[in-house]
T-cell receptor, first 118, second 112 residues
């Protein structure tokens, strides 16, 4: 296991439910990410938080609402989801590097939450 | 839009053989990274190669990068059954926070 934890690991919800996914990183990183991984599709970046500020939102529907209360925690609030939202949701963290050409740090991923929307 | 694209989609080999996976991408990058994912689990970072590097080694892994052809390869030597997993390349175009664009991955099966 990495230093990134996610809860719950599995979640089944109806389309009218409201639930939240939680991610916690113990690595002292200052950037956190939400990804969606569906079958037979590339991993899709959903949101990026850098220094607790949302810096990217890749045209994600408003039924997904992220929250980053501090640099160690990231939430994904879910409401009125659709069956096609069923997927593995992965959280990751990294350390924001300086503006050095070619530099870049790896991302550390959590184990994911397997979400099924009925 | 999809940036990294791995080839082949699936690869089946015997233990002890070498496995080579290729990745092509479309736009300029800051660095390229390879990740591994066991079934239904999170991704694990394997190796990062910067845009000004051509080759990098880490244990049984060897990665090459050809920016003129916008391609990279991952070689796993002397494969083991435990290497069975999906392997993804990811390109990073940012120089600040990391923003990765992943390909669909290569599924590697190593048989004992």
């Amino acid at each position: 296991e990495t230093g990134v934890t996610q809860t719950p690991r599995h979640l089944v919800m109806g389309m009218t439910n409201k639930k939240s996914l939680k991610c916690e990183q113990h690595l002292g990183h200052n950037a956190m990410y939400w990804y969606k991984q569906s079958a037979k599709k590339p991993l899709e970046l959903m949101f990026v938080y850098s220094l607790e500020e949302r810096v990217e939102n890749n045209s994600v529907p408003s039924r997904f609402s992220p929250e980053c209360p501090n640099s160690s925690h990231l939430f994904l609030h879910l409401h009125t989801l659709q069956p096609e939202d069923s997927a593995l949701y992965l959280c990751a963290s990294s350390q924001k590097s300086g503006l050095i050409a070619g530099a870049g740090n790896e991302q550390f991923f959590g184990p994911g939450t397997r979400l099924t929307v009925l | 839009s999809q940036q990294g694209e791995e080839d082949p989609q699936a690869l089946s080999i015997q233990e002890g053989e070498n496995a080579t996976m290729n990745c092509s991408y479309k736009t300029s990058i800051n660095n390229l990274q390879w990740y591994r994912q066991n079934s239904g689990r999170g991704l694990v970072h394997l190796i990062l190669i910067r845009s000004n590097e051509r080759e990098k080694h880490s244990g049984r892994l060897r990665v090459t990068l050809d920016t003129s052809k916008k391609s990279s390869s991952l070689l796993i030597t002397a494969s083991r059954a435990a290497d069975t997993a999906s392997y993804f390349c990811a390109t990073d175009a940012n120089s600040g926070y990391s923003t990765l664009t992943f390909g669909k991955g290569t599924m590697l099966l190593v048989s004992p």
